[in-house]
T-cell receptor, first 112, second 113 residues
């Protein structure tokens, strides 16, 4: 069955550094991969979508890579700030009408 | 605000009660979803509607009953729930089923006593 793993449950990083979060998947060939941010007690908020034929996508301080050979996506936040502290979710969907499948998320804490 | 609203935000109900969760999207989207989020577990997809037709039902117990009267509204009817059903219930919408980002509501925090 499909399996999505986000590298760690929690990640602590010092303000100003680059945070790197990992999403690995098995038994799956997603056509798209998405990243969401979720704050406590609130719904996830969409950040970035990357397609299987794209290697990299950027949005302001965010960068996502997608390696279909390694079956891995990396999510980077450069010049991290305490306001970036949240849980980040990786989600994948296939072609056709397959709904999104979410990972458990990584809780990022940026320490001032 | 994401354009997706949910009511109520908090709900406490006994195991014999009947209640309903409501979701409304103001984005003109064609697909709507119900998710369950429990502590330490990934988001669990419960139901998917596309153009008001149910397209996915992930073996959800019959004590959860969805209703989609039109493309803007989605309900989740609850009856005879169990304590393990306590969770955050999230509604989401998207323009289509695949390859589109989802917009989530704030969720309903449900506690079953």
């Amino acid at each position: 069955s499909q399996k999505i793993e986000q590298n760690s449950e929690a990640l602590n990083i010092q303000e100003g550094k680059t945070a790197t979060l990992t999403c690995n998947y098995t038994n799956y060939s997603p056509a798209y991969l998405q990243w969401y941010r979720q704050d406590p007690g609130r719904g996830p908020v969409f950040l970035l979508l990357i397609r299987e034929n794209e290697k990299e996508k950027r949005k302001e301080r965010l960068k996502v890579t997608f390696d279909t050979t390694l079956k891995q996506s990396l999510f980077h936040i450069t010049a991290s700030q305490p306001a970036d502290s949240a849980t980040y979710l990786c989600a994948l969907d296939g072609s056709g009408n397959t709904p999104l499948v979410f990972g458990k998320g990584t809780r990022l804490s940026v320490i001032a | 605000e994401t354009g997706v609203t949910q009511t109520p935000r908090h709900l406490v109900m006994g195991m014999t009660n009947k209640k309903s969760l409501k979701c409304e999207q103001h984005l003109g989207h064609n697909a709507m979803y119900w998710y369950k989020q429990s502590a330490k577990k990934p988001l669990e997809l419960m139901f998917v509607y596309s153009l008001e037709e149910r397209v996915e039902n992930n073996s959800v117990p019959s004590r959860f009953s969805p209703e989609c009267p039109n493309s803007s509204h989605l309900f989740l009817h609850l009856h005879t729930l169990q304590p393990e059903d306590s969770a955050l219930y999230l509604c989401a919408s998207s323009q289509g089923l695949a390859g589109f980002e989802q917009y989530f509501g704030p969720g309903t925090r449900l506690t079953v006593t």
